[in-house]
Antibody, heavy 117, light 110 residues
């Protein structure tokens, strides 16, 4: 069964940085695009970023463009999200998801990021 | 800015049929948006229900179905059960590597 396990969340001050990781297993990680999707407390889901299977193309939501960077290490079966210049509105649970045919077919449980002074 | 619309909180009677929709504030939803639907119980990760408009994800009961209804994508639950009470989200692929979620619909079964 596909497993996606996020880590790296925590409390950070506004303007700070954090790097999230997502360890993938039970599928051939290097052949699938991957996404980050977030959910602010009590709010809906928001797509954040996508990276192609080989890392050659990356796409971002306008709300994070220029501040967040998605990357992957296929030798370690790991997806990353580097978050800089964090704002209070970035407070959310961040899920990594496996991409397939324009949808998200498996989801991790998520890691909570809290941006607060 | 692309806005994907979903209904406000909705209710259905046990055994009843409900259709939730997913639209665009500007324009029509088509199969080219590859609409997909997700069920989420608060506090849990979302579960994939439907993708590419009308394909049920593995293990999803056939009481869940997807379609294009007019100018919107639609999720129909036929014979609603108590454990269908959840939040439901749609997402559309807008092209150029961009996806946009709807705001979600909270469904109550009572």
């Amino acid at each position: 069964q596909v497993q996606l396990v996020e880590s790296g969340g925590g409390v950070v001050q506004p303007g700070g940085s954090l790097r999230l990781s997502c360890a993938a297993s039970e599928f051939t990680f290097s052949t699938y695009g991957m996404h980050w999707v977030r959910q602010a407390p009590g709010k809906g889901l928001e797509w954040v970023a996508f990276i192609q299977y080989d890392g050659s193309k990356k796409y971002y939501a306008d709300s994070v463009k220029g501040r967040f960077t998605i990357s992957r290490d296929n030798s370690k079966n790991t997806l990353y999200l580097q978050m800089n210049s964090l704002r209070t509105e970035d407070t959310a649970v961040y899920h990594c998801t496996k991409g397939y045919n324009y949808y998200f077919d498996y989801w991790g449980q998520g890691t909570l990021v809290t941006v607060s002074s | 800015q692309t806005v994907v619309t979903q209904e406000p909180p909705f209710s259905v009677s046990p055994g009843g049929t409900v259709t939730l929709t997913c639209g665009l504030r500007s324009g029509s939803v088509s199969t080219s948006h590859y609409p997909s639907w997700y069920q989420q119980i608060p506090g849990q990760a979302p579960r994939t229900l439907i993708y590419s408009t009308n394909i049920r994800s593995s293990g999803v009961p056939d009481r869940f179905s997807g379609s294009i209804f007019g100018n919107k994508a639609a999720l129909t639950i036929t014979g609603a059960q108590a454990d269908d009470e959840s939040d439901y989200y749609c997402v559309l692929y807008m092209g150029s590597g961009i996806w946009v979620f709807g705001g979600g619909t909270k469904l109550t079964v009572l």
